[in-house]
């Protein structure tokens, strides 16, 4: 890994995409999926509203982690940035040209700097083509004949994913899953991209091999200078890899700011809810009562159908700071009192900028309480 670069979104004290030039910019991205009902003529009776007015931006060679809860859009806001999917609504901005609604022709340039690494490494690739047909097709598509000729590239990036060259005539069910994805990974970077989508890269694999194909993108990202929005909910792994992280629940981007500020000092409290369930190692060795200092907070119930989602703030039925005025009124993602530079939060009543353990822990479910109450007494 090259210890010597020193990426654009790296500059500054912030690391957010001001102190960088920004290279995509979404700006109120929505994408509602319709519902048809009805027979013998079917009409549309209602929709999915998967994303909706999601605001990010990346900067030129930054990592930007997306994370939530499964099914709070995470994947369709990055399907819907590489235009895999049709925007209902917003704006995607990318080097400054406006790419929402472009079309085949028009967006020719800019796909082969815009990719994507997919979540499932044994779906993701053509099991009837060799390694090196995959690998090998998006340089055929896009007309590009390096020098040397492709299955010299080809050759080439296997190498630089930690693959063998000699691979290049074998089969993907000849792989395990790590080397499926590290396929992947060559796959996205044979067109030399600038931005990269890895969706949930890690989350099919063996925890041994997910630090693998991390670390792995972190190399790739230092030494190319490739810029990634980097999907998951492994908040660990995204505090590994990204330089900024964006929080999202139920279509909606609910806060964001850099790594140390969201990890250390968060203000949403969805975001309190979610880094309160990141599990802790205990070493033997420590002191009695250490390890223990982080707040503990469940929540109740699951995440609201995105056909019908609360009115106001979206994460009012299950927060416990919830009030009337939540109900009436969506709160902005601006930044509030005591955030740092680019730190910007969607809560009217946002909670304190620590994770310390609170007086009582937060137990939003009646039976975990009323269970939790007996066997106190007990």
Known sequence: MSENLTLPAQQGSTGNPSSAETL????GLTKHFPIY???????????????????LTVG??????????????????GRLITRLLEPTGGRITYKGQDITHARRRQLAPVRSEIQMIFQDPYSSLNPRQTVGSIIKSPMEVNGID???????????????????????????????GGQRQRIGVARALALNPKLIVADEPVSALDVSIQAQVVNLLKKVQDELGIAFLFIAHDLAVVRHFSHRVAVMY???????????????????????ALLSAVPEVKVAD???????????????????SPIMPPSGCRFRTRCWKAQDKCATEEPPLVQISGN???????????????????????????????????????
């Open 286 to 304: 420590e002191g009695e009562g250490e390890g223990e200092g982080r707040e503990r907070i469940r929540l109740y119930g699951d995440v609201p």
């Open 37 to 55: 009902g009805g027979f013998p003529i079917k009409r549309k009776v209602g929709a999915v509203q998967a994303v909706d007015g999601v605001d």
């Open 146 to 176: 390096p020098a040397g000729g492709r299955e010299k590239k080809v050759r080439e990036l296997l190498e630089l994913v930690g693959l063998n060259p000699e691979h290049y005539n074998r089969f993907p069910h000849e792989f395990s």
């Open 340 to 378: 740092r530079d680019g730190h910007l939060t969607a809560c009217h009543f946002p909670e304190g900028p620590t994770t310390e353990s609170r007086g009582e822990d937060v137990v939003l479910d009646p039976a975990l309480k009323a269970l939790e109450k007996s066997a106190e007494k007990d």
């Open 250 to 272: 139920l279509g909606k981007v609910v806060e964001v700011g850099d790594r140390e500020s969201i990890y250390n000092g968060p203000r949403h409290p969805y975001t309190h």
């Open 60 to 77: 030129v060679g930054e990592s930007l982690g997306l994370v939530g809860e499964s099914g709070c859009g995470k994947s369709t806001t």
């Open 24 to 27: 995509l910019s979404v700006e």
